[in-house]
């Protein structure tokens, strides 16, 4: 009976012991350096182009969807777009690309390209979400940052960097050695609320401008609609 009751009161504690181990606990002492904002600003400039995946989850007034895409982004105004998944079958494997005002989007379902005004050919909503959340990501700053903290996300403590007026909210959340962004928020009336999760990420690849036209896949077997 004896051993019984001691092999309780040792259970106990290894018990708690391997919960700690599974969580983060507090944060570590990490400072937070006087000039991060203007690093991570440099930092984010320093990117000429990049290839990202992202998990995108958004809500607004007409819509509601968690997306996993490929994004090709290069400055100053070329962007390409893939959607590998999405619970809406209509946007499963679309293609959209666009270099300033002109766009292009392929449709898998149709096998065409629609090429044209961006605003014309654009795959609804969620062109603007990924566009608007390039401009935060790796423009310079048009938001006031009034909060800078440590916080954990995808298993790593990150710095994040918080703005909120009466209309907008943008949490950006930055790696600690790079200074790159791993996760962005952001909410407006005009677009809703979407959070953007950066998975796996490529820098300074030397795009070339044919990734962003898409009326030169590697295909011939499409046919192209243009507008005008």
Same mark, same amino acid.
């Given at each position: 009976m004896k051993s019984n009751r001691l092999v309780r009161m040792l259970f106990v504690p290894i018990m708690l012991l391997l919960a700690g181990c599974a969580v983060p606990g507090t944060a570590p002492r990490l400072a937070i350096p006087a000039s991060l904002l203007k690093d991570s600003e440099t930092a984010a400039q320093q990117v000429q182009d990049c290839h990202l995946r992202v998990g995108l989850e958004f809500t607004n007034t007409?819509?509601?969807? *968690?997306?996993?895409?490929?994004?090709?982004?290069?400055?100053?105004?070329?962007?390409?777009?893939?959607?590998?998944?999405?619970?809406?079958?209509?946007?499963?494997?679309?293609?959209?690309?666009?270099?300033?005002?002109?766009?292009?989007?392929y449709q898998h379902h149709n096998n065409r390209v629609d090429a044209g005004p961006i605003e014309t050919v654009k795959p609804a909503i969620v062109f603007d979400l990924v566009r608007s959340a390039?401009?935060?990501?790796?423009?310079?700053?048009?938001?006031?940052?009034?909060d800078i903290a440590v916080d954990y996300v995808n298993?790593?403590?990150?710095?994040?960097?918080?703005?909120?007026?009466?209309?907008?909210?943008?949490?950006?959340?930055?790696?600690?050695?790079?200074?790159?962004?791993?996760?962005?928020?952001?909410?407006?009336? *005009?677009?809703?609320?979407?959070?953007?999760?950066?998975?796996?990420?490529?820098?300074?690849?030397g795009l070339t401008a044919e990734l962003f036209d898409l009326t030169l896949l590697p295909t011939n077997d499409y046919t192209v609609r243009s507008f005008d």
């Open positions: 007409l819509l509601e969807d *968690k997306q996993v895409l490929e994004i090709w982004y290069a400055r100053p105004d070329k962007m390409r777009l893939e959607i590998l998944q999405s619970s809406h079958p209509g946007f499963q494997d679309i293609i959209a690309a666009s270099e300033g005002t002109l766009g292009w989007m390039l401009e935060l990501l790796w423009e310079p700053r048009s938001i006031q940052v009034d298993r790593e403590w990150v710095f994040r960097l918080s703005s909120r007026t009466e209309q907008v909210t943008c949490t950006l959340w930055l790696n600690t050695a790079s200074l790159l962004p791993v996760r962005l928020h952001y909410r407006d009336p *005009k677009l809703g609320q979407y959070t953007m999760t950066i998975s796996e990420a490529e820098y300074n690849l």
